[in-house]
């Protein structure tokens, strides 16, 4: 299991925050990314923590499991998109969590159900969705912007020995690093830029390469 994602988790989900500690939610996001913990040990974690009985550290286990579904691709969507995962969620709110933590989940619910509407392989979400909304339950206005972003969801890292811009060989003293919009694999000098990606729920300045900087620079001038 990886430890530092761990403490990163612990961090995100501390019951002293008062609010969403974005350096570690990114960090849990990169780990899972960058391949230190499967998509599953991970999820497993982030379950373990909405159950806590804390409310705060549960919201924030929230905060961090809606991070890595908009985040960490199809490996992590897979994961939370079963039958066993789906039920244990729903759960959390048909047995009376308290109303911060319910309305988050059923916001995640109706967020991925609206996502995942046209894929099949994905209808345990929307199912889940139809079932908590036959026993009553009222969701919250769904936010089209934030679950639009899930249509193309964030790229796998890519992996390689050369820097994808310039082709520089990675080696002790030419480190690997990623940008977290396109997902590839650059040195440190072609990723000298960082900003927001509020596409992917992104809060804080990231890592990004030149290209995805200007494409994102023009969209917000436009
Ligand atoms: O410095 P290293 O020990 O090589 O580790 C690299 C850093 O964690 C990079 O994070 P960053 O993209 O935030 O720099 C990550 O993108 C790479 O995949 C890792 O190999
Ligand atoms: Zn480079
Ligand atoms: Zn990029």
Excluded at 9 to 38: K, M
Excluded at 142 to 171: H, I, Q, T, Y
Aim: aromatic share 10%; hydrophobic share 40%; charged share 25%.
């Amino acid at each position: 299991m990886s430890k530092r994602f761990e403490r990163a988790l612990e961090s995100a989900t501390d019951q002293t925050l008062v609010e969403p500690n974005w350096e570690a939610i990114l960090e849990c996001v990169d780990f899972i990314r960058g391949g230190d913990i499967p998509a599953k040990p991970a999820l497993a974690l982030i379950q373990k923590r909405y159950h806590n009985e804390n409310p705060h550290v549960a919201h924030h286990a929230l905060l961090v499991l809606e991070a890595c579904v908009k985040n960490c691709g199809k490996k992590f969507i897979d994961e939370i998109a079963t039958k066993e995962f789906m039920n244990d969620f729903k759960n959390v709110v048909i047995e009376g969590a308290p109303e911060k933590v319910s309305n988050k989940i059923l916001e995640l619910i109706q967020c991925w159900s609206f996502a995942f509407r046209e894929k099949p392989e994905y209808k345990i979400v929307g199912d889940t969705h139809s079932l908590l909304k036959m026993n009553g339950f009222d969701f919250p206005t769904l936010k089209e912007a934030d679950a639009m972003f899930l249509a193309d969801s964030a790229p796998e890292w890519a992996d390689g020995a050369n820097c994808f811009r310039c082709r520089v060989e990675f080696g002790l003293l030419t480190r690997k690093h990623h940008c977290r919009a396109c997902g590839q694999v650059f040195c440190d000098k072609c990723t000298n830029y960082q900003m927001l990606l509020p596409q992917f729920g992104i809060e804080k300045k990231v890592r990004v390469c030149g290209v995805c900087y200007e494409k994102q620079m023009k969209k917000q001038v436009l």
